[in-house]
């Protein structure tokens, strides 16, 4: 521009590239040689895809350069408002650079470097500058983390100077780095800033969807709008983890103004009010690649938990993405539900570490491939969840490779997958439906993985299994107490590669020739050794078709193959797959269940071990409700407690408890649907122990509240319980 000429700045705001929503403002493509581009506003841009998975280079994509003698020069550019998949500001792969001047802030991204995005390879050495004297401001993007600039395999050192960054020093939330191949982890970024565009809060902060981000966010009564937002303003703490709390109702990115996807900071928690409180959701359609309402990029110590994910639009979405490397992760009381999935999954995690998965619930759900991939799991455990009525419409027309599991756990260390309900999964034709396997088969360190307590029903495929478990010589796999009911494939119901334990178990999956197919070895896995024992078997020992003599079957003789087995086969039925009256499969389960190391209760929550001996399958015959001897109902508890108001609903008036584990400031109040405070019932310091207290269904103007739904939330100090009434006249 004119900016280069008349050395006046000026010109820089007066003249505007705009891309009208319409790929990038501006593109190198066609490996230009030391090209430059300076005195621009770019602005509205959406980036090309240069891959089928997201757009890059709202602003300026530069793809395909493949140069390192020459340089891409960007000098003194106000690149913001552009929205792409990656680097929604600039984004740069395999091409040196030369970057001054630029001012990049509000850009919008799906993944990561919502500012600046830069990508190399091993095999080319791009230069990249940053010039430290007419320093770049690179602040307030947006995207999953690093949302202001992130930089992947680049085999050299960067020193990124800027004046302005979003914090200063900015943390791997902002600006990181994140190298794929191992001969390029020695290789790390430093960055020098000036001066931060705002601080961070070391505080807890409050969202509404009728909040304003102009509020404070402090409490419940001053929430911000906007998730995004929130966690961006966020301090973390590894001493004092923070929480952002997300209060009952729909948030939106159409209609509602949420930025999605919600990035997570390492040291904070992201706390819905519940699952059936709070609902993420889009009534747009992206184009710009695969959304995700939640992404978390190599974040630490965090619990996300009472949400529901869903969509009013098909847009092919991811939900949930924990692309890279994660450790000390609790997610609870999470749904992901009514979804078109992109063709990577609507649920992934890459290398999860000491990750605790509890009631996670994924549901009907469509996608072009797969619904679940998780891989190279270390000490982790998925609990109490349900995978139910997935459809996968994946063809291939390779007949050797079929597709990738509609649900795959791809294990390093170890893993345990207990008390889960996996059911109607159904595929187009041939392609794997579940899979609990090694990420490395040849490997020689143990890996253990147990499956335990778990309903595997009515999943079918033309592949030869419908679900497949698979260790080697070095590791095993453990499957108790689980119910394996109306499975098909083409050979046989379940299938198994390497050392594998079962006891308690039920197989009863007639459509399938074989109960069990035991797999030869190959160069691709080991042998077969299986010992089955206390468990029914449908048509007994020769319902296991064991394919080669290197395999080992060792078949005990405490299993069953005849007598009645279920009280209902109907789906829905409350007794669906409970044992029936006089099943042989009562106290039939092996004495030695402590070795099991199962949950003290079953699939349905009833005491596991029932009459002394415990039974076989997912369900305890005439067992009572589990109810731990450190059950928060009981009269000490040791955390804050809110029981459900009685009578709910309720006219006119309904009485509300809760338990203090000590002496507490504590505040209860009620809100409406859209999170506005009603009246506050109780205030102050109260002492331990159990109260109650009663609304009379009046507002805090002493006036007849309308019918409806309403939320009681009880607060003492940084924690707070939700539960959902409802007032009916």
Aim: glycine share 8%; aromatic share 10%; net charge negative.
């Amino acid at each position: 521009s004119l900016e280069a000429i008349a050395g006046d700045s000026t010109y820089i705001s007066r003249t505007k590239i705009d891309g009208n929503r319409n790929g990038p403002c501006v593109a190198f493509l066609n490996a230009e040689q030391n090209a430059t581009l300076r005195g621009f506003t770019l602005t509205n841009g959406t980036g090309y895809f240069t891959h089928d998975v997201v757009t890059m280079g709202g602003g300026v994509l530069i793809s395909n350069t493949y140069m390192t003698g020459s340089t891409i020069t960007l000098v003194n550019c106000n690149i913001h408002g552009n929205h792409a998949g990656m680097g929604a500001g600039v984004s740069s792969t395999n091409a040196s650079l030369y970057l001054s001047g630029l001012n990049v802030h509000h850009n919008y991204g799906l993944a990561s470097g919502g500012g600046i995005h830069i990508v190399g390879s091993s095999n080319v050495v791009p230069s990249i500058v940053f010039d430290p004297v007419n320093r770049c401001s690179v602040y307030e993007n947006y995207g999953a983390a690093p949302v202001d600039i992130s930089v992947f395999d680049i085999p050299a050192n960067i020193t990124i100077y800027l004046n302005i960054a979003s914090i200063n020093p900015p943390s791997t939330f902002y600006v990181g780095r994140h190298n794929n191949l191992s001969s390029l982890q020695q290789y790390h970024d430093t960055v020098i800033a000036e001066q931060a565009h705002r601080t961070e809060i070391n505080r807890d902060f409050y969202v509404s969807p009728n909040g304003d981000d102009n509020n404070s966010g402090i409490s419940p009564d001053e929430p911000m709008r906007t998730i995004t937002r929130a966690m961006h303003l966020i301090a973390s703490d590894s001493l004092d983890v923070k929480t952002v709390h997300v209060l009952p109702g729909v948030y939106d990115e159409g209609e509602g103004e949420q930025l999605y996807p919600i990035p997570i900071k390492s040291h904070i928690n992201l706390i819905g009010a519940g699952s059936e409180l709070v609902t993420l959701t889009s009534s747009s359609v992206c184009m710009l690649g695969i959304p995700s309402f939640i992404h978390s990029f190599k974040a630490r110590h965090n619990t996300i938990s009472g949400f529901t994910m869903t969509e009013s639009v098909p847009s092919n979405r991811m939900p949930y993405m924990n692309p890279s490397y994660i450790e000390y992760l609790h997610l609870n009381d999470i749904v992901i539900s009514d979804i078109q999935a992109c063709e990577y999954g609507a649920f992934f995690m890459d290398e999860p570490r000491n990750v605790v998965i509890n009631k996670l619930v994924i549901k009907n759900i469509t996608t072009p491939h797969i619904a679940v991939d998780v891989n190279w799991v270390h000490d982790s455990k998925i609990s109490n969840s349900t995978f139910t009525n997935i459809h996968s419409t994946y063809v291939s027309d390779d007949p050797i490779f079929t597709g990738l599991a509609v649900i795959s756990f791809m294990v390093e260390d170890s893993f345990t997958f207990e008390n889960n309900e996996v059911s109607n999964l159904s595929v187009q034709n041939d392609q794997d439906t579940f899979c609990i396997s090694l990420w490395n088969p040849w490997g020689t360190e143990e890996v253990n993985i147990r499956v335990s307590n778990c309903l595997f029903d009515n999943i079918k495929t033309n592949n030869d299994r419908a679900v497949l478990f698979a260790s080697n010589d070095y590791s095993n796999v453990e499957i108790s107490n689980c119910t394996l009911y109306n499975n098909y494939g083409s050979d046989a119901a379940v299938g198994l590669i390497g050392d594998v334990s079962m006891r308690n178990n039920i197989f009863y999956n007639p459509d399938a020739e074989h109960e069990i197919v035991m797999y030869a070895p190959s160069q691709f896995q080991s042998a077969c050794n299986l010992d089955v024992d206390y468990s029914y078997i449908r048509g007994g020992e020769v319902s296991i078709n064991n394919t080669s003599t290197y395999n080992s079957l060792n078949y005990g003789e405490h299993n069953l193959s005849e007598g009645l087995l279920f009280a209902g086969t109907s789906a829905g039925s409350g007794d669906y797959l409970r044992l029936a009256p006089g099943s042989p499969c009562i106290n039939a389960g092996t004495p030695d269940a402590a070795g099991l190391s199962l949950l003290p209760y079953d699939l349905a929550g009833n005491w596991r071990i029932w009459d002394g001996r415990i039974d076989m399958g997912c369900y305890e015959f005439g067992s009572e409700p589990w109810v731990a001897i450190d059950d928060p109902v009981l009269s000490v508890p040791d955390q804050l407690v809110l029981m459900q108001n009685y009578p709910n609903p309720f006219n006119p008036s309904t009485t509300i408890s809760y338990i203090l584990p000590e002496a507490s400031e504590i505040t209860l109040s009620v809100y409406n649907l859209k999170g506005q405070l009603v009246r506050t019932l109780v205030e102050g310091l109260k002492p331990s122990g159990l109260h109650q207290v009663v609304w009379d269904g009046k507002d805090k103007l002493n006036m007849q509240a309308a019918s409806g739904v309403y939320f009681i939330r009880l607060q003492s100090g940084k924690t707070s319980k939700t539960r959902k009434m409802l007032l009916m006249k």
